[in-house]
Structures are given as C-alpha cells and as structure tokens.
C-alpha cells in the first residue's frame, strides 16, 4: 500500500476534505498540521516542501513519490488504486 504524508493546516476545509478522504476509503495516513508546529518545525516542513515543488499551498499530500498540492480526489484514486 502507498505511503501517505500530508501537510495540512486545521482550519482549512480542503484538508479537512483531503483528510475525510482517506478516512472514508480506510487508507491510512501520516498527517500535520502546519499551523500548530512550531516554528522550528514550521521551517522544516517549508523546507520538505520547497524541495519537492514551488507551489506553498494545502492541504500538500504525498503519495510515496508523487505530489498533489490541493483538494483533488480524481489523483487520490488514481494513485491508491480506486475506481470511483
């Protein structure tokens, strides 16, 4: 099964989706919410992200290699395996 990693922030509704998402498909994930990390911690996360893509957006998920940045559904199916 992939790996899933996702930067989200809490109060966001995307990430909140993001999250519901994998929930209701029972795949499980490693999630943080950048908002409520240090700023020592805040830094390391914008370091993981600039590394990987440009774009500084949420929710951020990676999926074993692959990046999604933003609420999209079709690209989680696509990459856990789902028909929907």
Not at 4 to 19: D, E, Q
Not at 20 to 32: A, G, L, R, S, Y
Not at 43 to 59: D, H, I, L, V
Not at 65 to 81: D, F, Q, R, S, V
Request: a neutral charge; charged letters at 30%; glycine letters at 2%.
């Amino acid at each position: 099964m992939p790996r899933v990693l996702m930067y989200t922030l809490s109060y966001c509704p995307w990430c909140k989706k993001a999250k519901k998402w994998f929930t209701d498909h029972n795949f499980p994930f490693e999630h943080v919410d950048y908002d409520l990390q240090s700023v020592e911690k805040q830094m390391e996360m914008e370091k993981e992200m600039k590394k990987r893509s440009t774009q500084f957006a949420f929710p951020w998920v990676l999926i074993d290699e692959t990046l999604i940045i933003g609420w999209n559904p079709e690209k989680y199916a696509h990459l856990m395996g789902v028909k929907e």
